[in-house]
């Protein structure tokens, strides 16, 4: 009787064992496999939206009764050379656009070297940008073509991982930033492989990293700045890309 007993209980323990087991791998399956997936086709999408909408023809300016002549584009200043580390450019795109609203998806980042399309939108927040494989930009830092600090967030595993290869860039590779208005190209500069989540200063308007103090800027430019989390499946450090922007054109 005892035996029986013992057996059916190690028999109850391995199904329990065994039930566990499969929730568990359904569970890796669901975070490594399933989100990519969702996050994947749903950045694809919004990618394709985006630019459709881009190609869009603008609705025209009319002028309201007794209005005068129509202002013409107002263009931004573009320093030449030997006026600091600003941007090239043949032609100055418009005046600057309204703020994006807060998770709107706003413009495309491209980085050849690692096969990146991913869309933009603002903020960092989890919900309703990084885990729909979205890239986010850090709400107070510089947009796109400003001087200052383009900084962005994204994912390394999981959700659609846009920045699990940013590992790779190397000084030189091209990043673009696409918007309605103009296509912004940064060259990547410098990286930082590893510091705390609490280093604010790597997104600083003049990026420079509080704890490797050796690792960042001095000077004002225009930067763009890559975000993640490090080392992979963790979120126990950042990973850090920094670029200088070098060119600028309008749509």
Not at 153 to 176: S, V
Not at 181 to 210: E, H, K, W
Not at 242 to 250: D, F, I, N, S, V
Request: one cysteine or more; proline letters at 10%; aromatic letters at 8%.
């Amino acid at each position: 009787m005892r035996r029986r007993l013992l057996v059916r209980a190690l028999w109850g323990f391995a199904e329990v064992v065994i039930s566990l087991g499969v929730v568990l791998l359904l569970l890796v399956a669901h975070q490594l496999w399933w989100t990519n997936r969702l996050a994947r086709d749903d950045a694809g999408r919004t990618v394709q939206a985006l630019e459709r909408e881009w190609r869009a023809p603008a609705a025209p300016f009319s002028p309201g009764p007794g209005a005068g002549a129509v202002p013409g584009p107002i263009p931004i200043p573009i320093p030449g050379p030997g006026s600091g580390s600003g941007p090239s450019s043949s032609a100055a795109p418009r005046g600057e656009p309204p703020s994006p609203r807060w998770d709107q998806v706003y413009a495309v980042l491209r980085i050849p070297r690692i096969g990146l399309t991913a869309p933009v939108a603002e903020g960092a927040g989890k919900g309703g940008v990084l885990d729909r494989g979205y890239v986010g930009h850090y709400t107070r830092t510089a947009q796109a073509g400003q001087a200052g600090n383009f900084a962005l967030a994204g994912h390394r595993n999981t959700h659609g991982e846009p920045f699990r290869r940013i590992d790779r860039l190397r000084r030189g590779d091209r990043i673009t930033v696409e918007t309605r208005d103009a296509v912004y190209t940064y060259t990547v500069d410098q990286s930082l492989a590893r510091t705390a989540p609490s280093d604010s200063g790597v997104i600083a308007p003049v990026p420079r990293s509080n704890i490797t103090t050796s690792a960042g800027y001095s000077e004002p430019g225009y930067y763009l700045t890559l975000t993640t989390c490090t080392p992979e499946f963790s979120s126990r450090y950042r990973l850090v890309v920094w670029g200088k922007l070098t060119a600028m054109r309008p749509r």
